[in-house]
């Protein structure tokens, strides 16, 4: 039997998941579910799921009516009886409970699930009102993109190859995931892929005759992303490492190994770049997705051409990657203000 990939163990894993977390709500809940399987992917189900938990949870605490039920006996009639002020008491709820927060972002998030879940049962006609669609969706501020600087690239790379600057506890591990950890920082910071996209990759998906990655991004979409010069020579050195550490019987596919010998986990590399990052700013913030955007700022300032950005990314609507760089797309306007002369300069 044909083992099976990184991604489609995921997949059966959350499918799984999704199925133990139904058996607490509402039976026509896997209707919907089911409904939106072909056009969804299986952790963006995960998150749906939980969020409809969180809403049957507060309607059987807090609404005197469905107190009297238990979650499960929640009709499609009840849910057509709620008000807008209902679904608005209830975002109002969401910024605290059970020692959870939600800030705007998150209420928006959680909001479009219900309003997607209505929506669903109104296109099956199983219901005829839904009161999610007369709420306005919460206003997002946008905050500043966090990113490193190109000095702190060039420290943190430093800090991961001498390891210097981790305290002792940490530099007795150092030597042994040193090579790994520079080879897995300088790919996430010359390609811009994501964590779990860095996770799942495969040993043979290196290709180091056109210096690329077989990369599945979202949706199951295979693509071929480049590195340069940098990154293919500290994938060398990783890689004959690797092989020194497990040898020619070893049946692991993944490229990037835990101390285990097993395909390191998205966790783990959230943990060392939050352990190498720290040695650089502790103002920051710094998780996999800033050096993502690091990656996309640099590529950006380079190019000029956000088409390219987004096309790198994986964004499947440019207007996203237009979104996230515009502070630097104003930079750029603000430094074309002297580009063009009206009149050669009289002072000699």
Do not use: W
Request: glycine share 4%.
């Amino acid at each position: 039997m044909a083992q099976k990939s990184y991604h489609e163990q995921i997949d059966i894993e959350n499918t799984q998941h999704l199925r133990e977390i139904l058996k607490d709500l509402p039976p026509y809940t896997k209707d919907f579910f089911r409904g939106i399987t072909p056009r969804t992917q299986s952790r963006t189900r995960i998150a749906y799921a939980y969020d409809l938990t969180v809403f049957f949870q507060y309607l059987h605490e807090n609404n005197p009516v469905l107190a009297k039920k238990e979650i499960r006996e929640i009709s499609l009639e009840d849910l057509e009886s709620l008000s807008p002020s209902d679904i608005e008491e209830y975002l109002d709820y969401l910024q605290f409970y059970n020692d959870h927060t939600n800030k705007e972002l998150g209420q928006k998030r959680k909001l479009a699930s219900l309003k997607s879940f209505y929506k669903y049962f109104i296109y099956l006609e199983a219901i005829k009102y839904n009161p999610a669609e007369l709420v306005k969706m919460p206003k997002v501020h946008e905050r500043p993109i966090t990113r490193l600087d190109v000095d702190e690239v060039a420290q943190l790379l430093d800090h991961v190859e001498s390891g210097e600057q981790l305290t002792a506890r940490q530099q007795a591990y150092h030597q042994r995931t040193r090579l790994r950890d520079l080879a897995l920082m300088s790919l996430m910071l010359g390609t811009g892929i994501r964590v779990s996209e860095c996770v799942g990759l495969n040993v043979e998906d290196v290709d180091f005759k056109n210096d690329a990655i077989r990369v599945h991004r979202k949706g199951g979409k295979e693509t071929m992303v480049y590195f340069g010069d940098e990154v293919e020579l500290t994938l060398l050195n990783y890689l004959e490492e690797r092989e020194e550490l497990l040898g020619t019987d070893s049946s692991e596919p993944a490229l990037f190994l835990s101390i285990q010998k097993k395909r390191i986990s998205v966790r783990a590399v959230e943990n060392l770049v939050k352990k190498y990052s720290h040695t650089v700013t502790t103002v920051k913030h710094i998780t996999p997705h800033k050096l993502r955007s690091t990656y996309g700022t640099s590529l950006y300032r380079e190019t000029g051409d956000i088409y390219l950005v987004a096309d790198v990314l994986g964004h499947s609507d440019v207007n996203t990657t237009k979104k996230h760089y515009a502070a630097i797309e104003e930079e750029r306007r603000r430094g074309a203000r002297n580009v063009v002369r009206l009149r050669e300069s009289t002072e000699e």
